[in-house]
C-alpha cells in the first residue's frame, strides 16, 4: 500500500512520516491553503528528505508552467496539479516537468481513466481538497479508476484501513486528519496513519 503524507509544514513532520515508512511526503504552494509555504521553506523540507522518499509539489491555483518550473526550483519528484486544469495546462507542465498527477474530487462526471491528461496516476480527493470532507465509499466499485490511483478525503488514522478495503485503491493520501490544529502536522497521528494504511493486506 503506498503511503503519501501530504501538506507537511516541517522538516520535523517530514522526517516523522519518512521514519514511519511513508512512500512520499507533499508539500503545498498554494494561496488558498492553510499548508500554503513558500518555495524557500519547500525547498528546505525537501532537501530534508528527497534521498529517503518521493516528494510531491502541490499546486491547485499557479499557472500550469509556473508550477512546472517551480517544481523545478524546489526539486521534487512530483508536480500534483489540484482541480481544473485542462488537458492542455498539463502538456503545458509536462514539457517541463516529466512526472505529474492528476487530483479531482469524485464527481458525476469525472473523468477516471488514468492518464486522461497525460498523468501518470490519479488522486481521488473530496470535494473541498484539505478540508476533511470524505466522498462516498458506499458503493466503490460503481466508480473506480481504470488505472493506478490514491484514495484522499477525509482519511484519518482510524478509518483508512476500511476506507482502503471498501474503494481497494493502490494506495492513500492524508493532511488534514493527521493534524492537531488546521495545518499543523501530529506526529503522533501520521506513525498511526501509516501503520494503519499498511495492516491491510
Known amino acids: 500500500m503506498f503511503v503519501k503524507v501530504c501538506g507537511l509544514d516541517t522538516v520535523e513532520s517530514a522526517r516523522v512520516a519518512v521514519d514511519a515508512g511513508a512512500d512520499a511526503i507533499g508539500v503545498v504552494i498554494s494561496d488558498g491553503s492553510p499548508r500554503n509555504l513558500s518555495v524557500e521553506v519547500a525547498t528546505e523540507i525537501v532537501d530534508a528528505v528527497r534521498a529517503d522518499v518521493q516528494t510531491v509539489l502541490v499546486v491547485s491555483d499557479l499557472p500550469a508552467a509556473q508550477a512546472a518550473e517551480t517544481a523545478l526550483r524546489i526539486g521534487v519528484s512530483v508536480l500534483q ?7 492542455e ?3 503545458q ?13 469524485l464527481g458525476d462526471d469525472t473523468d477516471l481513466h488514468v492518464g486522461a491528461r497525460g498523468e501518470e496516476l490519479l488522486l481521488l480527493d473530496a ?3 484539505g ?5 462516498d465509499l458506499s458503493n466503490p466499485a460503481s466508480r473506480r479508476p ?5 484514495l484522499a ?5 482510524d478509518n483508512v484501513a476500511e476506507a482502503v478495503r471498501l474503494a481497494t485503491p493502490r494506495g492513500v493520501d492524508v493532511s488534514s486528519g493527521v493534524e492537531r ?3 499543523v502536522k501530529d506526529h503522533d497521528a501520521i506513525r498511526a496513519f501509516v501503520a494503519a494504511a499498511r495492516s491491510v493486506g
Open 81 to 87: 496539479l489540484h482541480g481544473g486544469y485542462t488537458s
Open 89 to 91: 495546462e498539463f502538456a
Open 93 to 105: 507542465a509536462r514539457r517541463t516537468f516529466e512526472r505529474v498527477w492528476r487530483a479531482t474530487s
Open 127 to 129: 470535494p473541498r481538497a
Open 131 to 135: 478540508s476533511g470532507q470524505r466522498w
Open 146 to 150: 481504470d488505472g493506478r490511483w490514491l
Open 153 to 157: 478525503g477525509g482519511l484519518a488514522p
Open 181 to 183: 490544529t488546521r495545518g
